[in-house]
């Protein structure tokens, strides 16, 4: 999982709050629960957990090829640029099929690099976005 300020912040907040959050096997733990990225939505957790998301605004423009949406069981073995670098190739061809193969050559990649975690992954074209 990218941990990003905002999020570190947020777990900062769950300490002041008496909650607390543990590293177990690699993955950040609210309560010694569920993982941080998935505790959001458990009632038991709402009084540590803020559910408000960071989000980020960008034009899309003709250099903007493709989005990547993954769960963290892919971004855990595969690091942005490598999912983008393995992506890319199947993704020059705008059809479903081609897209579809790249989201199965990411699983697929993470599940050999010993992810064990639920895998999700899709892939959609920007250009059909981009204004001429």
């Avoid at 998301?53 to 963290?72: G, H, N, Y």
């Avoid at 393995?86 to 993704?91: D, G, Y």
């Avoid at 989201?103 to 074209?125: A, F, H, K, N």
């Amino acid at each position: 999982m990218t941990i990003y300020p905002a999020m570190l912040l947020k777990c900062c907040s769950s300490l002041f709050q008496g909650g607390f959050v543990v590293n177990y096997r690699g993955t950040w733990r609210v309560q010694g629960s569920l993982a941080v990225s998935r505790g959001i939505g458990d009632a038991h957790l709402k009084q540590w957990i803020v559910a408000d998301p960071d989000t980020r605004t960008i034009l899309v423009d003709q250099q903007c090829e493709f989005l990547i949406l993954a769960s963290d069981g892919l971004w855990d073995k595969i690091d942005n640029q490598e999912a983008v670098d393995l992506a890319r190739p199947l993704c020059t061809i705008n059809d479903k099929a081609s897209r579809m193969a790249a989201c199965r050559m990411l699983t697929e990649t993470s599940i050999s690099r010993g992810s064990t975690d639920d895998i999700s992954v899709v892939i959609i074209q920007l250009q059909k976005f981009t204004s001429p």
